[in-house]
């Protein structure tokens, strides 16, 4: 659509960039936390149009990269079972224990197939009805009402041998974790468009009420990036502190309530386990009691065992902004996107990934 | 694979719509989606799932924004 393209107009991009120089005064230290803003601002050449003084920092946004160890040996767990995988092709070359990952284990046998939507998963129970077939939930709030409805869909429609391995994450939580930490040292953030296309402005609130820390929901083009920044920009000037939509061509203020009453419908709320960061309160998703039938924990009687975290890797600090990709002692000689050691580097989305492939 | 992206409604069928993007085609699934579709509408695909119904009034207003502000004049 030509209206949609004014959002990576070139002239518009140097007014705002000009602007953004002009009125900063001091250093502004953003974090993102969605996967698609990180390649975003390095791809656009956003990152490196910005002064020394913005500093972008990319936080735990790519639901491969926080995928805990533990989840990811359950995948690998769940390979060894008589069952069907089915997948988002993002988790295949992500390391578990001993490096195993799940192309491996598919070149060893283990029946893995990747598809596009949960819902392609569902057609392939539908067609193998002899096969026990499990979908990989993984994901934020973006992902975790598509599979929802797919759960549904499945009740409805009758299958008994489709089930999903859930372990969708929720932003805020992770946002109220992050702040929480001292060591952090971030000034505002950018909040992910799509996660808050689902669940609006309000769950954002507490980051300016409770700690005083601007935020933007902000789409994906180089305009609406540096609309966000600008407005971080004027924000400080002001002397205010809020959390502002501005993706209003896709993000209401209220989020989506059909997608949020599907989600409920299906998922309550449950401690999590993050890479890097550990146990955060509420910040994921279970399969409800009355769908227990789809979840594939109960199924298969799968368990969260303690793994030992990858030796050398440093996700856990970056993705909490604290070391950049690159100061990792691994970066780019024994982690590669081609040999990657941890899911930073192995996700497109992962700040190990862009760094690797767009700093210069 | 948290892509999400602006695609053209070709198609309504039921619980399904017919979606493209530059000449690329695939339907996708209304279920968790809030509003009801016209043809010509875009919508925000993930994951085989239309999320949100793009609001072409509030692209229109944000660019109109830019456009005094900065004063640039868009095409
Ligand atoms: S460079 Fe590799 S080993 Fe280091 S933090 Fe990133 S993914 Fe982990």
């Given at each position: 659509m030509r209206l949609l393209d004014n959002f990576k107009d070139p002239q518009l991009c140097k007014a705002l960039l000009e602007r953004i120089h002009s009125e900063l005064d001091g250093e502004l230290r953003f974090m993102e936390v969605c996967g698609t803003h990180t390649v975003s601002i390095f791809r656009s050449g956003v990152r490196s149009l910005l002064s020394d003084k913005v500093v972008h920092l990319s936080g735990p946004g790519c639901p491969v990269c926080v995928t805990h160890d533990s989840e990811v040996a359950a995948f690998l767990d769940l390979a060894g079972r008589d069952a069907v995988i089915t997948t988002f092709g993002d988790l295949m070359r992500v390391p578990g224990p001993d490096r195993k990952t799940l192309k491996g284990a598919q070149a060893e046998g283990a029946r893995v197939k990747v598809v596009y939507s949960p819902f392609d998963a569902l057609k392939i129970a539908q067609d193998n009805p002899g096969d026990k077939v499990v979908f990989l939930g993984v994901g934020f709030e973006t992902t975790a009402p598509a599979i929802a409805a797919t759960v549904k869909a499945a009740r409805e429609e009758g299958v008994t041998n489709f089930s999903v391995l859930c372990f969708h994450k929720l932003v805020p939580p992770a946002l109220e974790a992050l702040v929480g930490d001292p060591e952090l040292r971030v000034q505002a953030f950018l909040l992910p468009g799509h996660v808050s296309a689902i669940i609006g402005v309000e769950p954002y609130r507490f980051l300016a009420r409770k700690h005083g820390l601007p935020a933007v929901i902000a789409g994906f083009e180089p305009v609406d990036i540096l609309q966000a920044l600008h407005l971080f920009v004027t924000m400080r000037k002001q002397g205010c502190v809020d959390v502002v939509n501005a993706y209003t061509r896709v993000v209401s203020d209220t989020g989506n309530p059909k997608a949020m009453s599907v989600m409920d419908e299906v998922f309550a709320p449950c401690d999590a386990l993050w890479r890097g960061i550990g146990m955060i309160p509420n910040s994921g998703l279970a399969v409800r009691e009355e769908f227990a039938a789809f979840d594939a924990m109960r199924v298969f009687g799968l368990t969260l065992r303690d793994v030992p975290a990858?030796?050398?890797?440093?996700c856990g600090d970056v993705l909490k902004g604290k070391?950049?990709?690159?100061?990792?002692?691994?970066?780019?000689?024994?982690?590669?996107?081609?040999?990657?050691?941890g899911p930073c580097m192995v996700s497109t989305e992962g700040s190990c990934a862009a760094y690797y492939k767009y700093h210069v | 694979m948290c892509l999400a992206v602006p695609m053209e409604v070709v198609k309504i069928d039921g619980k399904t719509a017919e979606v493209q993007i530059a000449g690329t085609y695939q339907n996708v699934r209304l279920d968790v989606l809030p509003e009801t579709l016209e043809v010509g509408d875009f919508v925000i695909v993930h994951a085989g799932f239309a999320l949100t119904r793009l609001d072409r009034e509030e692209a229109i207003a944000t660019l109109k924004l830019f456009e005094e502000g900065l004063n640039i004049a868009l095409t």
């Open positions: 990858i030796k050398g890797c440093r070391l950049s990709p690159n100061k990792c002692p691994l970066f780019g000689k024994a982690c590669t996107p081609a040999a990657p050691v | -």
